[in-house]
């Protein structure tokens, strides 16, 4: 197990403590695992409030489907989801509120609409979304996606050591992002799970996530019904959800701080079992020590 000290996380106004669930919600007609079901802004709303109520500290909302498909431009993503942030932001001023998006033009208009948190899966390939973090005062996560372009797809990728690659590029990217004032304690490291990777290297990460803990980022893990965990299983991707869960009871005991999910609820359960076999895991607020 890694050390369970952890460095501050806050995001509006929160210390998200030990272990904060992040809940995905797409504005996309061609999500790989809800195929659209969230993608009508009403869908979305209700899909955010259940997701509140199910205990998520962070709602991520995305415009973009990760995987290749039709071309979005700036001007539909940012229709899909700068709307929402400002409906989100009015229903739920607690709740931490980040997008999923790697464009400068888009964290810029979202951070102004009430977002906390920009998410970049693609590793930086906009240099100019971490200024954007900076300028308007939010956090940023900080990904490794091997050098691919936003939306393609690895051929034959090989790395001598892919923590190690990991490593290097996201703590890089960190560094840069607290140079240019973004605050340190609003920034996350994310490996990025099947970004860049085959389904060897997500494991080899899963395995060695300690080592990305040690860095004292917090780090971010999004392992959700994701392609190494049904690889790994021989499942589908709507029979991931046992893999999912023990994916994230293994990342919590290296040491993860967030998780991004598409099931809150069985998510925190999951956590909740974590802090029972481990308190010394626990959320900080004290809400999750088992009681004797």
Do not use: Q
């Amino acid at each position: 197990m890694t050390s369970p000290d952890a460095a501050p996380l806050r995001l509006n106004g929160r210390d998200l403590g030990r272990h904060a669930i992040m809940a995905v919600v797409n504005r996309t007609p061609d999500s790989f695992f809800d195929r659209g079901a969230t993608y009508g802004f009403e869908a979305a709303l209700d899909a955010v409030d259940r997701a509140v109520a199910d205990g998520a500290d962070i709602i991520d909302i995305g415009g973009v489907k990760a995987g290749p498909g039709e071309d979005v431009g700036v001007a539909e993503e940012l229709r899909r989801v700068v709307d929402l942030v400002a409906a989100v932001r009015d229903r739920h001023p607690g709740v931490v509120i980040s997008v999923d998006t790697w464009r400068a033009e888009v964290g810029a208009a979202v951070a102004e609409a009430g977002a906390d948190l920009l998410n970049d899966t693609w590793g930086g390939p906009d240099p100019e979304l971490a200024e954007v973090a900076a300028a308007h005062g939010v956090g940023l996560v900080c990904a490794h996606a091997g050098g691919l372009d936003p939306r393609t797809r690895p051929h034959r990728i090989g790395y001598d050591d892919v923590v190690a690659d990991v490593i290097g590029h996201v703590t890089a990217e960190a560094e840069r992002a607290l140079a240019l004032g973004v605050a340190r304690e609003a920034i996350l490291i994310d490996p990025a799970h099947d970004f860049g990777k085959n389904t060897r290297h997500s494991l080899e990460i899963t395995r060695r996530l300690g080592e990305l803990t040690a860095t004292g980022w917090p780090v971010l893990v999004a392992v959700s019904n994701k392609d190494f965990i049904g690889e790994a299983l021989g499942r589908p991707v709507d029979r991931r959800g046992v893999g999912t869960m023990a994916v994230l009871g293994v990342s919590a005991l290296l040491g993860a701080r967030v998780f991004r999910v598409h099931d809150v609820a069985a998510a925190r359960r999951a956590l909740n079992a974590v802090a029972a076999v481990a308190p010394e895991y626990s959320d900080r607020r004290g809400r999750r020590r088992p009681t004797r």
